[in-house]
């Protein structure tokens, strides 16, 4: 099946500080990808859908200047979260569509990114 | 409104029967996914229902209503190794998923 990788899989920071996380489709184009966030016992929160070559579109309450989504390649799609501060210590996953494959195995999720901000 | 429902926590004996259900109103459909998700690892795909039925897929099985705005997951044979969260998820006129809060599923020896 398709494979979807993130990097890193972990990461600490300081508050204050921006952090990068990025999304690869490993063996499809994938021209959409979707940011979700999951905070401790609660389910996935979309954040926002990056279109390739597109600006993303945000979700209500989420801070396009605080997260910001570059699609800049059919297998790539990065999220930023700028001047991070301890609440938006939460782990973050992204998954790719394959637009070539039937609506039921279109989104594969990467692994997953858990932030902590300190 | 879009709207998923699904109970918070069920609970169930190990080699046992659960049924897990889910009720939804969504702007259009375009089908219904199932997902399981381990505490802090990404979800993982179940099934997918388009068509009213039972889609058996070894011990899960998943059955959709359109008409009824209904869906349930049916695991068969419990393990322990099935104890996890599972997330059902709508997929609107739009193709975008629309999700449930997710059940988080105890199993006991």
């Known amino acids: 099946g398709a494979v979807v990788s993130q990097h890193p899989s972990r990461v600490i920071c300081k508050s204050g500080t921006s952090v990068k996380i990025e999304c690869r489709s490993l063996?499809?184009?994938?021209?959409?990808m979707f940011w979700y966030r999951q905070f401790p016992k609660q389910s996935l929160m979309l954040m926002a859908t990056s279109n390739e070559g597109s600006k993303a579109t945000y979700e209500q309450g989420v801070e396009k200047d605080k997260f910001l989504i570059n699609h800049a390649s059919l297998t790539l799609s990065t999220l930023t979260v700028t001047s991070a501060h301890p609440e938006d210590s939460s782990f973050y996953i992204c998954s790719a569509r394959d637009i070539d494959r039937p609506l039921g195995e279109t989104q594969y999720f990467g692994p997953g990114t858990r932030l902590l901000v300190l | 409104g879009q709207n998923i429902d699904q109970p918070t926590e069920m609970t169930a004996t190990e080699g046992a029967i659960v049924q897990i259900n889910c009720t939804y109103q969504?702007?259009?459909?375009?089908?219904l996914f199932w997902y399981q998700q381990h505490a802090g690892e990404a979800p993982t795909f179940l099934s997918y229902n388009v068509l009213d039925g039972l889609e058996e897929k070894g011990r899960f099985s998943s059955f959709l209503s359109r008409s009824k705005g209904y869906s349930y997951l049916l695991l068969k044979e419990l393990q322990m190794k099935d104890s996890a969260s599972y997330l059902c998820a709508v997929m609107d006129s739009n193709y975008q998923l629309i999700w449930g809060a997710g059940t988080k599923l105890i199993i006991k020896p």
């Open positions: 063996d499809f184009q994938a021209t959409t």
């Open positions: 969504t702007s259009g459909f375009n089908g």
